[in-house]
């Protein structure tokens, strides 16, 4: 069964470091997103990729934070100067059409220290 | 704006009995809603949808949900509860009325515990 699979299923950074979480959603989709969680608690809505652009982002998404798909395979999330509260599992999800569901890769669990 | 209600942080039940785990939206046009469950250090796991027509839908392990529109909900049901059932729920809308908006909004999950 296809999935979505995301490297590295853990990342440990230093405060200020750039980080990249990486993401190969499913291949046929057209929509793609990252949420993050804090603590097992809220998923939280970061950005939505469509037809190679930001289609929306919500208030977390700030200038530190960018996303690519740099070779129509890979998705990928970038935070160019991390922060402690940046710390939380990251989960990349993708979708085929509008009205169906979004499959979510394992996460990556980001540690900021 | 679109958003999700699951106004049960817990919710305990029996190994046996009937479980139901709450959820209410608010979207502008016709929402398409989801139901995933997270295992501990998982992913989501997407358990059923409404898009259409059925107001009651079946979805994976023995899980079904009623979509009700006069009263904005969409709780998830389950018949016999399960042990393994024990596990974080969230509920997740769509609006259909906004062209380029795409997102999935999600509840703040409902952690459900079945008791042996």
């Known amino acids: 069964e296809p999935e979505v699979t995301q490297t590295p299923s853990h990342q440990v950074t230093q405060m200020g470091q750039e980080v990249i979480l990486r993401c190969v959603p499913i291949?046929?989709?057209?929509?793609f997103y990252w949420y993050r969680q804090i603590l097992g608690q809220k998923v939280e809505f970061l950005v939505s990729f469509y037809n190679n652009e930001i289609s929306e982002k919500s208030e977390i998404f700030d200038d530190q934070f960018s996303v690519e798909r740099p070779d129509g395979s890979n998705f990928t999330l970038k935070i160019r100067s991390t922060k402690l509260e940046d710390s939380a599992m990251y989960f990349c999800?993708?979708?085929?059409?509008?009205?169906?569901?979004?499959?979510f890769g394992q996460g990556t669990r980001l540690t900021v220290v | 704006a679109q958003s999700v209600a699951q106004p049960e942080d817990q919710v305990n039940v029996a190994e046996g009995n009937p479980l139901t785990v709450k959820c209410t939206y608010s979207?502008?046009?016709?929402?398409?809603l989801f139901w995933y469950v997270q295992y501990p250090n998982r992913g989501l796991q997407f358990l059923l949808k409404y898009i259409t027509g059925d107001n009651l839908v079946k979805g994976s392990y023995g899980f079904e949900a009623e979509f009700n529109k006069s009263q904005t909900s969409f709780h998830l049901k389950k018949p016999s509860a399960l042990v393994s059932d024990s596990a974080l729920y969230f509920c997740a809308v769509r609006d259909t009325l906004y062209s380029g908006t795409y997102k999935y909004i999600f509840g703040t999950g409902t952690r459900l515990k079945v008791l042996a």
């Open positions: 999800a993708s979708s085929d059409q509008e009205n169906t569901e979004a499959f």
């Open positions: 291949s046929n989709h057209l929509y």
């Open positions: 979207v502008s046009g016709n929402p398409y």
